[in-house]
Nanobody, 128 residues
Framework: QVQLVESGGGLVQAGDSLRLSCVAS????????MAWFRQAPGKEREFVAG????????DYASSVKGRFTVSRDNAENTVYLQMNSLKPEDTAVYYC?????????????????????WGRGTQVTVSS
């Protein structure tokens, strides 16, 4: 199973920006769709953003669309989440995850894929 390590979280003020990184192990990183999820205290984990194996297509939760940008650098086995105009409601532990099957092997929207491998998460806290 792929090992994922998130980094880049921190404490910021509303309106600030952060860039999260997720570094994956393995030689087949580029063939899997990836996604970012987040979980706030007392709430269920929710989809934030997803990206195809090639990086050509992305999807976002409505709450972050226009503010967050997901990208990937397959040469570095890394997925990024650029977060701009942060709001207090963005406060959560952010996790990256990889689809359990190679991209293209089954049909599903990025937010609906069967993500199976998860990182340990990185805390993002946005103050008012």
């Amino acid at each position: 199973q792929v090992q994922l390590v998130e980094s880049g979280g921190g404490l910021v003020q509303a309106g600030d920006s952060l860039r999260l990184s997720c570094v994956a192990s393995g030689r087949t990183f580029h063939i899997y769709a990836m996604a970012w999820f987040r979980q706030a205290p007392g709430k269920e984990r929710e989809f934030v953003a997803g990206i195809t194996g090639s990086g050509r297509s992305t999807d976002y939760a409505s709450s972050v669309k226009g503010r967050f940008t997901v990208s990937r650098d397959n040469a570095e086995n890394t997925v990024y989440l650029q977060m701009n105009s942060l709001k207090p409601e963005d406060t959560a532990v952010y996790y990256c995850a990889t689809d359990k099957k190679p991209y293209g092997t089954y049909q599903a929207e990025l937010r609906d894929k069967e993500y199976a491998c998860w990182g340990r998460g990185t805390q993002v806290t946005v103050s008012s």
